[in-house]
């Protein structure tokens, strides 16, 4: 069977005060009955001195039937005298409130005399603890009995009744046996009214604690353990109602903290269940885009070996090839028909020089030298190079600069060399009235600033935007060499930067150049975003 909480509260507090109760009741049941005994003891030594007092007189008159007859008054006035006897130096009884005894001689051992005997010469004084003695009459009856001496005083060595001689010191004994029945009774009598109230007291004690251990531990300890079940049970919005502001109620206030503390934890964790496979790919295609970029850049670095050795080798050729031509199509002696033969030979070789060009700028790792500039002035620098050429005729040019971006340490010529690129290319892929937009930022928390060119051209396929940056991959006929968006990835990597592309087919394109702010404590309070 189990107990309850209250059940061994009560068992054991009713236990410890039992023995705690019992040991005291003991302890002073026995204190009470030795104050008892030395109060009989006492009141039997002052009823001697009382009797020895009154008979006093009648002893010197020699009046011994009056003194006789005193004594056995007393013995009949008080209930608890058993016997008084007067016992002579020679062991004699000479009067006992008990007929059979007068006349009798005591042995010296026996318990009236063995007290001042006991030693080899009498005991002349004693104390009244040692001429008191315990034992029990022919009834098995526990009695005291007190011997008190019979001095020989000076009336009596001299009264003329009856002589005594002066060297006498004792003449006799008065011997006092007392009843213990009324002590003992009223021993067992305090012993039973001790025993009954401890009883009370420790049912007294049972109730209360059981009453205060049931309302301030009982029940809160209940509630607590519902409250327990309940979280078990996947109940998470469960509050434990305990007010109280002691450790049951801090237990109560930790129980609510950890429910609420399980509930944002059961949540978070159903939704990231749910995302699991967002994330998943999201995070697939952040690192497919990495990949593509490390695969890219490793292309473009092999790629530029290679085209390293090959535009060397066609270079010295072709400027044989184009100086011989020029110089023959300025020979007056040339032929008039072959003229427009060598302009074409010219031309074409010039145009190879160019690819030449483009290809040495592709495999050569320039690194950049960095100084700080300003990326709204780069912008503007660039448009004014640009924004006289034909394609640019009927474009709109729209400026959403800045103005707190801060100086930043860049290369200005080769950032130059990336925004002709992509206006360029905005303005080709536009091919008539349109609109580019210029906007510039940065963004606080990752202390970068951007550059972003959007046109209002065609856009770019999906089936081709992820070769948009390969090299010698070009959409234009007879136009482009396709290396001016590598060599724009290759000068904004080396910056520490990266190039974002967004993208509608029919609606237009953006191009976002990032670059690290090489600066702390450059950022101005206020809108991050431009």
Not at 426 to 447: K, M, V, W
Not at 505 to 522: K, M, N, R
Request: contains cysteine.
């Amino acid at each position: 069977m189990r107990l309850t909480l209250i059940a061994k509260l009560s068992i054991a507090t009713s236990a410890v005060l039992l023995l705690t109760m019992g040991l005291f009741s003991y302890i002073n049941v026995e204190q009470l009955e030795k104050l008892l005994f030395e109060e009989a003891v006492s009141d039997a030594d002052k009823l001697g001195e009382t009797i020895v007092q009154t008979t006093h007189y009648h002893m010197l008159e020699n009046n011994l039937k009056r003194a006789y007859q005193l004594i056995d008054e007393v013995a009949s006035q008080r209930g608890i005298i058993e016997r008084i006897r007067m016992i002579n130096k020679f062991g004699l009884v000479t009067h006992s409130t008990d007929p059979k005894e007068t006349g009798l001689y005591l042995d010296k051992k026996a318990e009236a005399c063995s007290m001042c005997h006991a030693g080899s010469s009498p005991l002349v004084h004693a104390t009244t603890m040692n001429r008191s003695r315990l034992f029990r009459n022919r009834e098995g009856h526990e009695v005291l009995g007190m011997a008190k001496a019979i001095y020989n005083e000076e009336r009596c060595y001299t009264a003329p009744c009856h002589f005594h001689p002066k060297e006498a010191k004792v003449l006799g004994v008065l011997d006092i046996i007392v009843s213990l029945d009324p002590m003992h009774r009223k021993v067992y009598a305090y012993r039973n009214e001790i025993i009954v109230l401890a009883i009370l007291q420790v049912v007294l004690i049972a109730l209360c604690l059981t009453f205060f251990t049931q309302r301030f531990v009982n029940r809160p300890v209940r509630r607590l353990v519902r409250h327990a079940h309940l979280v078990g049970e996947g109940t998470l919005d469960a509050k434990v109602e305990i007010k109280s502001r002691d450790e049951l109620g801090e237990l109560a206030e930790a129980f609510d903290d950890m429910t609420v503390n399980l509930k944002k934890a059961h949540d978070d964790l159903a939704d990231w269940g749910k995302n699991l496979e967002t994330k998943v790919e999201e995070r697939s295609r952040e690192l497919r885009t990495i990949q593509a970029q490390l695969v890219h850049s490793e292309k473009l670095a092999s790629l530029g070996e290679l085209v390293a050795g090959i535009a060397h080798e066609i270079n010295n050729p072709l400027t044989g090839i184009l100086v011989f031509a020029s110089l023959l199509s300025s020979d007056t002696k040339l032929d008039p028909a072959l003229k427009g033969d060598l302009e074409l030979i010219v031309k074409e070789t010039q145009r190879c020089a160019k690819i030449v060009r483009g290809l040495l700028d592709f495999s050569r790792e320039s690194i950049p030298q960095k100084r700080p500039a300003s990326l709204n002035e780069i912008m503007d620098a660039t448009l004014t190079l640009v924004g006289n050429q034909s394609c640019f005729h009927d474009v709109q040019i729209v400026k959403e600069y800045n103005p707190d971006i801060p100086d930043m340490l860049l290369d200005p010529h080769q950032i130059e060399q990336v925004f002709i690129n992509m206006l360029l290319n905005a303005c080709h892929a536009i091919a008539g009235p349109g609109q580019i937009r210029l906007r510039t930022g940065f963004d606080r928390e990752s202390a970068a600033a951007y550059a972003a060119i959007s046109d209002t051209g065609c856009g770019i396929p999906d089936e081709i935007a992820g070769k948009i940056f390969d090299p010698f991959f070009t959409t234009k006929e007879n136009r482009g060499t396709g290396l001016g968006l590598s060599v724009s990835y290759g000068i904004i990597e080396a910056h520490g930067g990266r190039i974002e592309v967004q993208s509608a087919v029919g609606v237009g394109t953006t191009f976002t150049v990032w670059l690290p702010l090489a600066h702390e404590g450059v950022l101005a309070e206020g809108d991050s975003t431009g």
